[in-house]
């Protein structure tokens, strides 16, 4: 991503927010790309893409699919610039990351992105997720299925430490992905998971492939249990979190979705979305 892209975690730290970044990144690994120069305080998780959570010998842990991603000197877990060794399951060394970081800074404003790698292949699970669905034939996805919930516990522990230290009702957390699942790729996952009823999977402009769960709770803020049906994009984000920081910054392609959430507007948001990847385009 260009240097001179303006990031959340630039605008939130020019507000006086405290900023971390748990988990994968994959928008450069070089110095000047490096979390820690891109407006991060805090930086724990991969660089480059995603890669083993577990060493596959482990016992009670299922693997699938071509290991594609073995750590190495640049696809590695950093500690801000150092590698570190990590033993445990990577999902669950990232969200024991995530508690610390909102315990460290309970007492101060902050802003945390907790960017999982799971369910992205390799495909790995332990025994503690995988005993969810052992009902399940289908291997891939069988491990799949326990990938995911390995990420809905993170949820819950994230959320249950805001309401353990008083931040809950005041903290607004939005939880999305980045694209739809791939669709079994590869012959060993096959049927490991669906984008049903749209078409297209990860890599297709179709609804299959960037059409994604998101979903925001502020419960001093916003109204819950509300559908909001109008297209956003997660552009959005930026001018969201501005204006949650009581700031306004905003860009072309991001608008506060605030005001249409609480119903104030009225309104699409936004005129188009575009989506574009080498030659493949969708409006």
């Known amino acids: 991503m260009s240097i001179d892209e ?11 927010y405290a900023t971390g970044l748990i988990g994968k990144w994959h928008l450069g690994y070089q110095d000047d790309h490096h979390p820690l120069a891109r407006g991060f305080d805090e ?13 596959p010998a482990t016992p009670g842990v299922e693997n699938l699919g071509p290991d594609r991603h073995p750590r190495s000197a640049r696809i590695a877990v950093f500690r801000d610039r150092e590698i ?7 999902t669950d060394v990232f969200t024991d990351e ?9 007492d101060e404003p902050f802003f945390l ?36 919930s390995s990420l809905d516990d993170s949820v819950g522990a994230v959320v249950e430490k805001l309401r353990a230290i008083g931040q809950l009702d005041n903290t607004l957390i ?29 890599r297709y402009h179709q609804e299959g492939g960037i059409r994604v769960p998101l979903i925001m709770t502020w419960p001093a803020a916003l109204p819950a249990g509300r559908v909001y049906e109008q297209p956003v994009i997660s552009l ?8 949650a920081a009581g700031q306004g910054t905003t860009t072309e392609d991001s608008v506060n979705l605030l005001p249409y959430l609480t119903g104030e507007m009225d309104g699409a948001p936004h005129e188009y979305l575009y989506w574009r990847a080498g030659p493949t385009i969708a409006i």
């Open 6 to 16: 303006r990031t959340m975690a630039d605008v939130l730290k020019a507000d006086g």
């Open 236 to 243: 959005d984000l930026l001018a969201t979190f501005s204006a």
């Open 174 to 202: 939005v939880f999305s992905s980045d694209n739809g699942c791939m669709g079994g790729n590869y012959r060993l996952t096959e049927g490991m998971c669906s984008n049903a009823p749209h078409a297209g999977y990860k």
């Open 113 to 148: 992105f907790l960017s999982h790698t799971t369910p992205h292949t390799p495909l790995q699970a332990t025994a503690k997720y995988l005993d969810r669905y052992r009902h399940i034939d289908n291997k891939a996805k069988r491990i799949y299925s326990a990938m995911v």
């Open 43 to 55: 930086y724990f998780g991969v660089l480059a893409s995603a890669l083993s959570y577990i060493d």
């Open 98 to 106: 995530a508690v610390a970081f909102i315990d460290r800074h309970r």
């Open 84 to 90: 570190v060794e990590v033993e445990d399951y990577l």
